[in-house]
Nanobody, 120 residues
Framework: QVQLVESGGGLVQAGGSLRLSCAASGRTSSSYAMGWFRQASGKEREFVAAISDSGVNIYYANSVKGRFTISRDNAKNTVYLQMNSLKAEDTAIYYC?????????????WGQGTQVTVSS
């Protein structure tokens, strides 16, 4: 129903910044909540940030509060994750996800992921 494609990953030095993008296609809707998740090597996938369809409701994991910012542009069917003050522990594959309706609940659609590597 919905296809998601992440971009913007790469190699960055500790303390630097990076912006990830997630483009939605297919049968998209402005009623979709969007989220970012990440999975480091040897670790379970964890929640990073989420934003409601209107952009009013936003949630962040404690580990990224004050450093990461999630936003969306519904006209472009795109959600962003601005990452500042990056640390080596932020190294992971970052995934974009979507669900219809409320921001809380199971996410039904997932992208393929984009690698973020922070060097120290």
């Amino acid at each position: 129903q919905v296809q998601l494609v992440e971009s913007g990953g790469g190699l960055v030095q500790a303390g630097g910044s990076l912006r990830l993008s997630c483009a939605a296609s297919g049968r998209t809707s402005s009623s979709y909540a969007m989220g970012w998740f990440r999975q480091a090597s040897g670790k379970e996938r964890e929640f990073v940030a989420a934003i409601s369809d209107s952009g009013v409701n936003i949630y962040y994991a404690n580990s990224v509060k004050g450093r990461f910012t999630i936003s969306r542009d519904n006209a472009k069917n795109t959600v962003y994750l601005q990452m500042n003050s990056l640390k080596a522990e932020d190294t992971a594959i970052y995934y974009c996800a979507a669900r219809y309706g409320a921001i809380l609940g199971r996410y039904d659609y997932w992208g393929q992921g984009t690698q973020v590597t922070v060097s120290s």
